[in-house]
């Protein structure tokens, strides 16, 4: 059974899915320009107008479309979550793998390393991150990725300990198959269904870092949409124009429960007994 059908079998996994999706397709229609509207376009004769009529979602403070502003701040926040994930990820699954292979002083040395990132809350950490650095889309890329590392490190090391022992590590050793075959294709392949459950999870709370980020100044500088900066201008006219924080709260919220759902019913997928259930 494929992985399609499995999550179009799983409940939760099939409403994941279709979120995701549309708000897939919002971001790359928003990061090719194909808004409504100009997201960075003032139209003073038109602040503050409530949703309907040319403007789906209303405007904001300087008579931006928001629905056009959203579409971008969808396709930013969803770079900043694919390529910090992705490079944590990468980092994670190579000390991960390495550490448990080589163990001794060098297993000792990035776990203990890891353990100290750990025990930073993770919002903290990555504004500790953007303060040594300065505020921008690339630093919150390396901040929320320096976060998560430690996530996949753990996950990668933990099944590697278990898999390097097992004989067809052992034959492969025997057959005289190198270090980085032994790494790639035993234990890396042996590794894709977790890594992948942890690759959806983590994505749904680097989209909320990322707005967190953002929100406080941090991330995407203006006049670049984002979800987190269209939040913080809404701070002051929640009773004059409610439009303004309910649509990036609710954009925020869907996305974040997307990938959560996805997650699960992924996690549910790679266990042998969930996966019964669904055939």
């Given at each position: 059974?494929?992985?399609?059908?499995?999550?179009?079998?799983?409940?939760?996994?099939?409403?994941?899915?279709?979120?995701?999706?549309?708000?897939?397709?919002?971001?790359?229609?928003?990061?090719?320009?194909?808004?409504?509207?100009?997201?960075?376009?003032?139209?003073?004769?038109?602040?503050?107008?409530?949703?309907?009529?040319?403007?789906?979602?209303?405007?904001?403070?300087?008579?931006?479309?928001?629905?056009?502003?959203?579409?971008?701040?969808?396709?930013?926040?969803?770079?900043?979550?694919?390529?910090?994930?992705?490079?944590?990820?990468?980092?994670?699954?190579?000390?991960?793998?390495?550490?448990?292979?080589?163990?001794?002083?060098?297993?000792?040395?990035?776990?203990?390393?890891?353990?100290?990132?750990?025990?930073?809350?993770?919002?903290?950490?990555?504004?500790?991150?953007?303060?040594?650095?300065?505020?921008?889309?690339?630093?919150?890329?390396?901040?929320?990725?320096?976060?998560?590392?430690?996530?996949?490190?753990?996950?990668?090391?933990?099944?590697?300990?278990?898999?390097?022992?097992?004989?067809?590590?052992d034959a492969a050793r025997t057959f005289g198959s190198s270090r980085l075959y032994i790494l790639s294709r035993h234990l890396l392949g042996n590794l894709v269904a977790p890594l992948t459950v942890q690759v959806?999870?983590?994505?749904?709370?680097?989209?909320?870092?990322?707005?967190?980020?953002?929100?406080?100044?941090?991330?995407?500088?203006?006049?670049?949409?984002?979800?987190?900066?269209?939040?913080?201008?809404?701070?002051?006219?929640?009773?004059?124009?409610?439009?303004?924080?309910?649509?990036?709260?609710?954009?925020?919220?869907?996305?974040?429960?997307?990938?959560?759902?996805?997650?699960?019913?992924?996690?549910?997928?790679?266990?042998?007994?969930?996966?019964?259930?669904?055939?």
């Amino acid at each position: 059974m494929s992985v399609l059908s499995a999550l179009m079998r799983h409940s939760a996994g099939r409403i994941g899915l279709v979120i995701i999706v549309i708000f897939t397709i919002a971001a790359i229609l928003g990061l090719l320009g194909l808004t409504p509207h100009d997201p960075l376009a003032q139209d003073r004769l038109a602040r503050l107008q409530p949703p309907g009529g040319a403007y789906l979602m209303g405007t904001d403070l300087f008579g931006r479309d928001i629905l056009s502003r959203l579409m971008v701040g969808i396709g930013q926040s969803f770079v900043v979550a694919l390529l910090s994930v992705g490079l944590a990820t990468l980092v994670g699954t190579i000390l991960g793998l390495t550490a448990a292979w080589f163990g001794g002083l060098w297993d000792g040395v990035a776990m203990r390393t890891m353990d100290v990132l750990l025990a930073f809350p993770a919002i903290l950490l990555a504004l500790l991150i953007v303060a040594i650095l300065e505020a921008g889309m690339t630093t919150s890329i390396i901040a929320i990725a320096v976060v998560y590392t430690p996530i996949f490190t753990r996950v990668a090391r933990g099944p590697a300990l278990s898999l390097k022992t097992r004989s067809f590590v052992d034959a492969a050793r025997t057959f005289g198959s190198s270090r980085l075959y032994i790494l790639s294709r035993h234990l890396l392949g042996n590794l894709v269904a977790p890594l992948t459950v942890q690759v959806t999870l983590a994505l749904a709370w680097a989209l909320l870092t990322e707005a967190a980020l953002s929100f406080l100044g941090l991330g995407t500088q203006p006049p670049n949409p984002s979800l987190g900066l269209m939040l913080s201008d809404s701070r002051n006219l929640m009773e004059m124009a409610p439009w303004m924080l309910i649509f990036p709260a609710a954009v925020i919220m869907l996305a974040v429960l997307g990938f959560n759902l996805l997650g699960d019913a992924l996690r549910d997928i790679a266990d042998p007994k969930s996966r019964r259930a669904l055939t």
